[in-house]
């Protein structure tokens, strides 16, 4: 009789110790979901992203009001990336440093080690957002995609090129957005040759 009580002891222990683990488990994968996203966790997401031609992951990070300003759609990200740094193939990307990080703007400074040309670097940057938490600057991230294929200073105009067809209206550097300035983009190409 007592070992009997000893037996169903032991099983209440186990019992307890199951339902314990799986109410954490629970409450870590609730958390992963509802917490936002660390800058490191943007950055890495993005680099899968760009490694295995998933523009849905590229974009979930993404800045909601530069998506709206800027008129990113699923289907002109796909192409801009496929028209510029998936044009041979997926990159494999390494990073190559950090710009000193600062309250709000995280960079990584990577490389293409696909791409054997001259231009092979790719900035990519994540913001802290007072209402949307860490996101990524996409339209940065394409600018280095098209000076990625196409080099210094060429690379300034098919960008302008491709997004004034694909109906991108500009580029968000920081918090700044930047309207095509086909004069200043003439004179600043001119002073690249």
């Not at 070992?3 to 002891?9: D, E, F, H, V």
């Not at 523009?55 to 998506?67: G, K, M, N, Q, S």
């Not at 028209?83 to 950090?98: A, F, L, M, Q, S």
């Amino acid at each position: 009789m007592s070992q009997l009580r000893i037996i169903q002891g032991r099983s209440r222990w186990k019992v307890g110790g199951i339902v314990a683990c799986a109410v954490l488990l629970t409450g870590w994968i609730v958390l992963q979901y509802l917490l936002p996203p660390s800058p490191e966790k943007v950055f890495a997401t993005t680099v899968r992203a760009l490694e295995t031609g998933d523009t849905d992951l590229f974009l979930r990070y993404a800045d909601p009001e530069e998506i709206k300003r800027l008129n990113l759609t699923r289907q002109n990200v796909d192409t801009f990336l496929r028209e510029t740094i998936w044009h041979e193939g997926y990159p494999k990307i390494v990073i190559n440093g950090t710009n000193p990080p600062h309250q709000d703007i995280r960079d990584w400074l990577c490389k293409n080690t696909n791409n054997k040309s001259r231009y092979n670097d790719i900035q990519i940057t994540v913001m802290d957002d007072l209402r949307n938490g860490w996101t990524l600057g996409v339209t940065g991230v394409l600018w280095h995609c098209a000076m990625n294929r196409y080099g210094f200073p060429a690379g300034r105009m098919e960008f302008w090129k491709l997004a004034e067809r694909l109906g991108i209206p500009g580029c968000k550097h920081g918090s700044t957005y930047r309207q095509y300035d086909a004069k200043f983009e003439l004179e600043i190409a001119g002073r690249g040759k």
